[in-house]
């Protein structure tokens, strides 16, 4: 089948009263981003649908950007016909040539937007109809949840069929929840917890933190990689890699040990509200999951909390770890989190975490710290890039060599 365009219709955008214009406008500019590669497409993202006029370019691959794009409810394939009924009946033979089998029901579902046309819907609906039962004897007319829908929209420049519905990835466009900031590890939780974010409409920038020469250009590059897995979702994603090395020998040095990783969370915490302020992000994201390990109960969470006012946002905190991992196999980003680099916690995590460390405690175990200035150095070592789904980090002959260990 040719198909000429893809007709979109859109998610929970309908509900959204006012701010249905914004919200179709930021769809329309992801779309145009995430298919910027195709430059035959033409998009115009309309009040009720969005039409993708293909212009030749390949149906499928496509497609296969369009399920990544969230403020999309599903889509139709569809074929444009002249505005001529015989050719409309031409077509929808063609159609059922392909998809006909015993038995099968079906209905024929008009619109017109146009209503210049000769035939009324209901015209439309019992020529069509009949030329299909003319046709086909194997199949029966069923009103009530046929097997296929023919869709017949009749639009002023032609008259389009589609009978496919095909579930798109949901969600709200990105963008239209404001900015916020991911901290992305290399681990399973923290991407999982940016693709939901992302599904909400947030439009994210990943904080990494990293420890040369503790951690490896590997480990970098590991939370580098992913990134760019969720970069389809968006078109492209912001990185910024902040040096925690300092902060984590200070915090070793002078901090017991039970409170290694409060201290260093809540550091990691006041740099990210630094660098939210600086980047205008609202909340910040992370992939804590409640109860998982001892840096994840409430009071760990509430000795962390206390550096910031900045709403801390934890899409996984009440999934178990088995449908985080469902998650993360779908976006593909399993395979890459279970690969043994290091991130900087876990060369730096104590033998024993206090599981329910005191705000006060670690209030004063700060006290005896230069905090501001470990801050403002590793405010100062930041690097900021943009990657695509296109980019690659982790070489393969050191992938193969790392699986090897
Ligand atoms: P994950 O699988 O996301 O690494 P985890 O179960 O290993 O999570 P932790 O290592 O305790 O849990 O980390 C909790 C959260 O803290 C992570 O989900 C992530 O959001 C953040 N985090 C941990 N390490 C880093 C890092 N090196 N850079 C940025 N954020 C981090
Ligand atoms: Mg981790």
Known sequence: MQ???ITVRYGELSTKGKNRRSFIDRLGTNTRNALASFDKLEIKAHRDRMHIRLNGEDYHEVVKLVKKIFGIQNFSPAIKVGRDVEEVKRTAIEIFNEIATDGMTFKINTRRSDHNF???????????????????????????????????????????????????????PVGTAGKGLLMLSGGIDSPVAGYLALKRGVDLEMVHFYSPPYTSEQALNKAKELTA??????????????????????VKKD?????????????????????????HALAIFNGESLGQVASQTMESMAAINDVTSMPILRPVVSM????????????????LSIKPYEDCCTVFAPTAPKTKPRIDRSREYESKLDVDGLIERSLAGIKITEITSADHF????????????
């Not at 178990?320 to 395979?335: G, L, Q, R, S, Y």
């Not at 393969?396 to 699986?403: I, T």
Request: charged share 25%; net charge negative; glycine share 6%.
């Open 255 to 279: 901090v017991p040990a039970g409170y290694l990783m409060t201290i260093q969370r809540r550091f990691m915490l006041r740099l990210c509200e630094k660098i939210a302020e600086q980047r």
């Open 229 to 250: 897995k969720l970069a389809p979702y968006v078109g492209k994603i912001r990185f910024i890699q902040v040096p925690f090395a300092e902060i984590q020998e200070t």
């Open 394 to 405: 982790l070489n393969a002959q050191e992938e193969s060599f790392a699986e090897l260990l």
């Open 320 to 335: 178990d770890k088995n449908d985080i991992i469902k998650v993360a196999e779908e976006i593909d980003t399993f395979n």
């Open 118 to 172: 000769e035939y009324d819907t209901n015209q439309l609906n019992d020529i069509l109809g009949g030329t299909i039962l003319d046709n086909f004897p194997q199949v029966k007319v069923q009103m009530k949840q046929p097997d296929i829908t023919l869709r017949v929209e009749v639009r002023s420049d032609g008259i389009y069929l589609s009978y496919e519905q095909i579930p798109g990835a949901g969600g709200l």
């Open 3 to 5: 198909y000429t365009e």
